[in-house]
């Protein structure tokens, strides 16, 4: 089982630069999240989605932008990369309900 | 606003001992509970799912209990080995906010040989 598949893993880029992280996943889940885990501060939700064609703000949104035009796919984007957005990212997927939510293995970013 | 606090930070104990992790929220209308483990390097893995009307669940060598009153989870793991070795998160979802998980930042666990 593929789970919940992030790519790229690793990804430097220049201060001004922008680019999509993508996530899929293959569990046919409702409910799909984009965090970033920063030393000492946990993981902090992004951006959410409760369905194709839903999506909603978390507690870090600004310089970043979702969509999800299927089910299965829901990447995030960076406007213009600053270096405060160095951090790694997970995507996590979860079906309606009390399930619990399944993570991918992260993208690790730099800015420089 | 849902905060959540994990003591202690890191710990490291020997291997076959007993040790409980503790979780603490500041908004008791939560949905559920889970804990998760993180390994260097690595995503998430989903170790237990305490849902806000039960006191505990248990897996193998793991037992987490919730006490939604006192806004307080435990996570016990039973005779500890190496392979433990990790961090171990909690993050609560509270009630009405669909897949919105709150995380505490963690207790660095070690067990020695």
């Known amino acids: 089982n593929a789970g919940v598949t992030q790519t790229p893993k690793f990804q430097v880029l220049k201060t001004g630069q922008s680019m999509t992280l993508q996530c899929a996943q293959d569990m046919n889940h409702e409910y799909m999240s984009w965090y970033r885990q920063d030393p000492g501060m946990g993981l902090r939700l992004i951006h959410y989605s409760v369905g194709a064609g839903i999506t909603d703000q978390g507690e870090v949104p600004n310089g970043y932008n979702v969509s999800r035009s299927t089910t299965e796919d829901f990447p995030l984007r960076l406007l213009s990369a600053a270096p405060s957005q160095t951090s790694v990212y997970f995507c996590a997927s979860s079906s309606r309900g009390v399930q619990p939510q399944h993570f991918g293995d992260g993208t690790r970013l730099s800015i420089l | 606003k849902q905060e959540v606090t994990q003591i202690p930070a890191a710990l490291s104990v020997p291997e076959g001992e007993n040790l409980v992790l503790n979780c603490s929220f500041t908004d008791s209308a939560i949905y559920n509970l889970q804990w998760f483990r993180q390994d260097p390097g690595k995503g998430l893995t989903s170790l237990l799912l305490?849902?806000?009307?039960?006191r505990e669940q248990t897996s193998g060598r793991l037992n987490a209990s919730l006490d939604k009153s006192s806004g307080r989870s435990t996570l016990y793991i039973a005779a500890s080995q190496p392979g433990d070795s990790a961090t171990y998160l909690c993050?609560?979802?509270?009630?009405?906010?669909?897949?919105?998980?709150?995380f505490g930042t963690g207790t660095r666990l070690q067990v020695t040989l």
């Open positions: 993050a609560v979802r509270l009630s009405g906010t669909a897949s919105k998980l709150t």
């Open positions: 305490i849902q806000s009307s039960q």
